[in-house]
Protein backbone atom coordinates (compact mmCIF):
# COMPACT_ATOMS: atom_id res chain seq x y z
CA UNK A 1 0.00 0.00 0.00
CA UNK A 2 1.62 3.57 -1.18
CA UNK A 3 1.97 6.16 1.48
CA UNK A 4 0.06 9.29 0.82
CA UNK A 5 1.91 12.15 -0.51
CA UNK A 6 1.30 15.21 0.95
CA UNK A 7 -0.79 18.26 -0.27
CA UNK A 8 1.47 20.93 0.03
CA UNK A 9 4.74 19.13 -1.49
CA UNK A 10 3.47 20.14 -4.74
CA UNK A 11 3.75 23.88 -4.02
CA UNK A 12 7.19 23.33 -2.31
CA UNK A 13 8.06 21.86 -5.62
CA UNK A 14 7.11 24.57 -7.29
CA UNK A 15 8.80 27.20 -4.85
CA UNK A 16 11.90 24.75 -5.40
CA UNK A 17 11.27 25.20 -9.46
CA UNK A 18 11.53 29.01 -9.35
CA UNK A 19 14.33 29.17 -7.03
CA UNK A 20 15.93 27.26 -9.52
CA UNK A 21 15.02 29.27 -12.87
CA UNK A 22 14.61 32.29 -11.63
CA UNK A 23 17.00 34.55 -13.18
CA UNK A 24 14.96 33.09 -16.63
CA UNK A 25 11.89 34.10 -15.27
CA UNK A 26 13.23 37.35 -14.97
CA UNK A 27 14.87 37.77 -18.21
CA UNK A 28 11.65 36.87 -20.16
CA UNK A 29 9.60 39.38 -17.70
CA UNK A 30 11.92 41.97 -18.70
CA UNK A 31 11.69 40.71 -22.55
CA UNK A 32 8.05 41.47 -21.92
CA UNK A 33 7.88 44.90 -20.27
CA UNK A 34 10.41 46.01 -22.84
CA UNK A 35 8.14 45.17 -25.59
CA UNK A 36 4.81 46.49 -23.87
CA UNK A 37 6.83 49.40 -23.68
CA UNK A 38 7.82 50.01 -27.21
CA UNK A 39 4.30 48.73 -28.41
CA UNK A 40 2.97 51.47 -26.35
CA UNK A 41 5.79 54.08 -27.83
CA UNK A 42 5.38 52.98 -31.11
CA UNK A 43 0.80 53.86 -30.28
CA UNK A 44 1.89 57.51 -29.11
CA UNK A 45 4.72 58.45 -32.36
CA UNK A 46 1.50 56.91 -34.34
CA UNK A 47 -1.28 59.14 -32.83
CA UNK A 48 1.09 62.13 -32.49
CA UNK A 49 2.03 62.40 -36.23
CA UNK A 50 -1.82 61.67 -36.79
CA UNK A 51 -2.18 64.77 -34.66
CA UNK A 52 0.39 66.54 -36.10
CA UNK A 53 -0.54 65.82 -39.77
CA UNK A 54 -4.33 66.56 -39.18
CA UNK A 55 -3.48 70.25 -37.68
CA UNK A 56 -1.32 71.03 -40.48
CA UNK A 57 -3.97 69.86 -43.13
CA UNK A 58 -6.61 71.80 -41.18
CA UNK A 59 -4.27 74.99 -41.11
CA UNK A 60 -4.81 75.13 -44.78
CA UNK A 61 -8.39 75.34 -44.97
CA UNK A 62 -9.48 78.72 -45.98
CA UNK A 63 -11.05 80.36 -43.35
CA UNK A 64 -15.11 80.18 -43.64
CA UNK A 65 -15.73 84.31 -43.80
CA UNK A 66 -12.83 84.49 -46.57
CA UNK A 67 -15.20 84.96 -49.34
CA UNK A 68 -14.99 83.48 -53.28
CA UNK A 69 -11.70 85.61 -53.82
CA UNK A 70 -10.17 83.42 -51.26
CA UNK A 71 -6.78 82.28 -52.77
CA UNK A 72 -6.82 78.13 -53.67
CA UNK A 73 -4.53 76.35 -51.48
CA UNK A 74 -1.76 75.35 -54.00
CA UNK A 75 -1.21 71.90 -54.36
CA UNK A 76 2.41 71.77 -53.44
CA UNK A 77 0.94 72.93 -49.83
CA UNK A 78 -0.92 69.54 -50.05
CA UNK A 79 2.06 67.57 -51.29
CA UNK A 80 4.01 68.67 -48.10
CA UNK A 81 1.43 66.98 -45.66
CA UNK A 82 1.67 63.97 -47.94
CA UNK A 83 5.07 63.88 -47.72
CA UNK A 84 5.63 64.64 -44.19
CA UNK A 85 3.06 62.70 -42.91
CA UNK A 86 2.73 59.39 -44.90
CA UNK A 87 0.96 56.37 -43.47
CA UNK A 88 -1.59 58.59 -42.04
CA UNK A 89 -5.09 58.97 -42.34
CA UNK A 90 -4.54 63.22 -43.03
CA UNK A 91 -1.79 62.03 -45.64
CA UNK A 92 -4.31 60.30 -47.28
CA UNK A 93 -6.79 62.53 -47.30
CA UNK A 94 -3.94 65.32 -48.45
CA UNK A 95 -3.17 63.19 -51.41
CA UNK A 96 -6.72 63.53 -53.15
CA UNK A 97 -6.79 67.32 -52.31
CA UNK A 98 -3.62 67.85 -54.10
CA UNK A 99 -5.06 66.08 -57.22
CA UNK A 100 -7.39 68.23 -56.93
CA UNK A 101 -5.68 71.74 -56.64
CA UNK A 102 -3.68 70.16 -59.55
CA UNK A 103 -6.85 70.15 -61.64
CA UNK A 104 -7.67 73.52 -60.35
CA UNK A 105 -4.29 74.92 -61.36
CA UNK A 106 -5.02 74.02 -64.60
CA UNK A 107 -2.17 70.46 -64.65
CA UNK A 108 -4.54 68.43 -65.94
CA UNK A 109 -1.92 65.83 -66.74
CA UNK A 110 -0.18 65.76 -63.50
CA UNK A 111 -3.55 66.17 -61.77
CA UNK A 112 -4.83 62.56 -63.49
CA UNK A 113 -1.14 61.61 -62.54
CA UNK A 114 -2.03 62.09 -59.11
CA UNK A 115 -5.64 60.80 -58.90
CA UNK A 116 -4.23 57.65 -60.62
CA UNK A 117 -1.40 57.28 -57.46
CA UNK A 118 -4.35 57.78 -55.16
CA UNK A 119 -6.19 54.94 -56.26
CA UNK A 120 -2.87 52.49 -56.65
CA UNK A 121 -2.38 53.44 -52.52
CA UNK A 122 -5.59 53.75 -51.57
CA UNK A 123 -7.67 51.23 -53.46
CA UNK A 124 -9.97 50.78 -50.82
CA UNK A 125 -10.25 53.80 -49.46
CA UNK A 126 -14.26 55.35 -48.96
CA UNK A 127 -12.55 58.56 -51.38
CA UNK A 128 -11.37 56.21 -53.95
CA UNK A 129 -14.82 56.68 -56.16
CA UNK A 130 -13.64 60.49 -56.40
CA UNK A 131 -10.60 59.74 -57.81
CA UNK A 132 -12.14 57.61 -60.17
CA UNK A 133 -14.25 60.36 -61.31
CA UNK A 134 -10.83 62.96 -60.90
CA UNK A 135 -9.15 60.61 -63.34
CA UNK A 136 -11.78 60.83 -66.45
CA UNK A 137 -12.25 64.25 -65.77
CA UNK A 138 -8.78 65.14 -66.23
CA UNK A 139 -8.71 62.97 -69.89
CA UNK A 140 -11.98 64.82 -70.52
CA UNK A 141 -10.01 68.41 -69.92
CA UNK A 142 -6.88 67.04 -71.97
CA UNK A 143 -9.36 66.77 -74.61
CA UNK A 144 -9.31 62.74 -74.90
CA UNK A 145 -13.11 62.10 -75.12
CA UNK A 146 -12.92 58.38 -75.84
CA UNK A 147 -10.89 57.67 -72.54
CA UNK A 148 -12.72 59.65 -70.73
CA UNK A 149 -15.88 58.33 -72.11
CA UNK A 150 -13.99 54.85 -71.36
CA UNK A 151 -13.05 56.68 -67.34
CA UNK A 152 -15.95 57.53 -66.43
CA UNK A 153 -18.32 54.12 -67.55
CA UNK A 154 -15.61 52.58 -65.00
CA UNK A 155 -17.09 54.59 -62.21
CA UNK A 156 -19.93 53.98 -62.99
CA UNK A 157 -19.48 50.29 -63.27
CA UNK A 158 -17.57 50.12 -60.23
CA UNK A 159 -18.69 52.91 -58.10
CA UNK A 160 -22.88 52.75 -59.20
CA UNK A 161 -23.94 53.19 -55.30
CA UNK A 162 -22.38 56.18 -54.64
CA UNK A 163 -23.39 59.46 -55.47
CA UNK A 164 -20.15 60.09 -57.81
CA UNK A 165 -21.44 57.23 -60.22
CA UNK A 166 -24.59 59.84 -60.97
CA UNK A 167 -22.11 62.69 -61.47
CA UNK A 168 -19.95 60.64 -64.19
CA UNK A 169 -23.46 59.70 -65.85
CA UNK A 170 -24.31 63.23 -66.75
CA UNK A 171 -20.91 63.36 -68.30
CA UNK A 172 -21.12 60.93 -70.10
CA UNK A 173 -24.31 62.33 -71.69
CA UNK A 174 -22.50 65.49 -72.18
CA UNK A 175 -19.64 64.10 -73.92
CA UNK A 176 -22.27 61.89 -76.37
CA UNK A 177 -24.05 64.94 -77.29
CA UNK A 178 -20.48 66.49 -78.31
CA UNK A 179 -19.76 63.87 -80.71
CA UNK A 180 -23.27 63.68 -82.33
CA UNK A 181 -24.66 60.60 -80.65
CA UNK A 182 -28.09 62.20 -78.85
CA UNK A 183 -29.80 58.65 -78.88
CA UNK A 184 -26.67 57.59 -75.69
CA UNK A 185 -27.12 60.59 -74.32
CA UNK A 186 -31.41 60.59 -74.12
CA UNK A 187 -30.86 57.39 -72.08
CA UNK A 188 -28.73 58.11 -69.61
CA UNK A 189 -30.52 61.52 -69.12
CA UNK A 190 -33.94 58.94 -68.90
CA UNK A 191 -31.85 56.84 -66.14
CA UNK A 192 -31.27 59.92 -64.63
CA UNK A 193 -34.55 61.87 -64.17
CA UNK A 194 -36.28 58.71 -63.71
CA UNK A 195 -38.36 58.52 -60.23
CA UNK A 196 -39.08 62.06 -58.23
CA UNK A 197 -35.64 62.67 -57.25
CA UNK A 198 -34.43 63.05 -60.83
CA UNK A 199 -37.81 64.56 -61.76
CA UNK A 200 -37.13 67.34 -59.44
CA UNK A 201 -33.89 68.23 -60.67
CA UNK A 202 -34.36 71.25 -62.75
CA UNK A 203 -31.07 71.26 -64.40
CA UNK A 204 -30.97 68.28 -65.54
CA UNK A 205 -34.73 68.02 -66.47
CA UNK A 206 -33.78 71.79 -68.81
CA UNK A 207 -30.92 69.71 -70.24
CA UNK A 208 -33.08 67.08 -71.33
CA UNK A 209 -35.35 69.52 -72.78
CA UNK A 210 -33.05 71.29 -74.82
CA UNK A 211 -31.56 67.60 -75.96
CA UNK A 212 -35.09 66.92 -77.03
CA UNK A 213 -35.54 70.63 -78.59
CA UNK A 214 -32.56 70.35 -80.93
CA UNK A 215 -33.52 66.55 -81.66
CA UNK A 216 -37.56 66.67 -81.83
CA UNK A 217 -37.07 63.26 -83.23
CA UNK A 218 -36.29 61.47 -80.58
CA UNK A 219 -38.87 62.27 -78.64
CA UNK A 220 -42.32 60.97 -80.98
CA UNK A 221 -41.46 57.35 -80.03
CA UNK A 222 -41.76 58.00 -76.68
CA UNK A 223 -44.80 59.86 -77.03
CA UNK A 224 -46.66 57.31 -79.42
CA UNK A 225 -45.30 54.88 -76.62
CA UNK A 226 -46.99 56.51 -73.75
CA UNK A 227 -50.35 57.64 -75.35
CA UNK A 228 -50.33 53.49 -77.52
CA UNK A 229 -51.49 55.61 -80.40
CA UNK A 230 -50.57 55.10 -83.70
CA UNK A 231 -48.07 57.42 -85.28
CA UNK A 232 -49.67 59.72 -87.88
CA UNK A 233 -49.35 58.96 -91.21
CA UNK A 234 -49.40 62.26 -93.57
CA UNK A 235 -51.29 61.28 -96.86
CA UNK A 236 -50.09 62.46 -99.96
CA UNK A 237 -51.75 61.90 -103.98
CA UNK A 238 -49.62 59.38 -104.28
CA UNK A 239 -50.47 57.49 -101.60
CA UNK A 240 -54.35 58.92 -100.76
CA UNK A 241 -56.94 55.90 -100.92
CA UNK A 242 -58.64 57.16 -104.35
CA UNK A 243 -63.06 56.80 -103.86
CA UNK A 244 -64.61 55.11 -106.76
CA UNK A 245 -66.26 57.11 -109.23
CA UNK A 246 -70.20 57.73 -108.88
CA UNK A 247 -72.37 57.12 -112.08
CA UNK A 248 -75.28 58.78 -111.98
CA UNK A 249 -78.36 56.82 -112.42
CA UNK A 250 -80.92 57.14 -115.46
CA UNK A 251 -83.53 59.15 -114.83
CA UNK A 252 -86.71 56.63 -114.34
CA UNK A 253 -89.26 57.26 -117.32
Known amino acids: MNEDVPESSGFYDFL???????????????????????????????????????????????????????????????????????????????????????????????????????LSEHSESPWAGQAAYGVASSLEALNKPDEALTAYQNVVNRYGTQAVADEAKQALARIYEAKKQPEQALKLYDELTRGAAGRNNTDLMMKRGQLLKQYPYLDRPATNAATGSMPKVQMTPATAPTRPAVTPAAPKK
Not at 23 to 44: E, H, N, Q, T
Not at 85 to 107: I, Q, V
Open 16 to 118: AWLEVNKKRLAMAAGVLIVIGFGIAIVRYVREQKELHASAELLDLRPPLNAGTNAVPVPASSFLNVVNQYGGTEASERASLLAAGALFTEGKYADAQTQFNKF
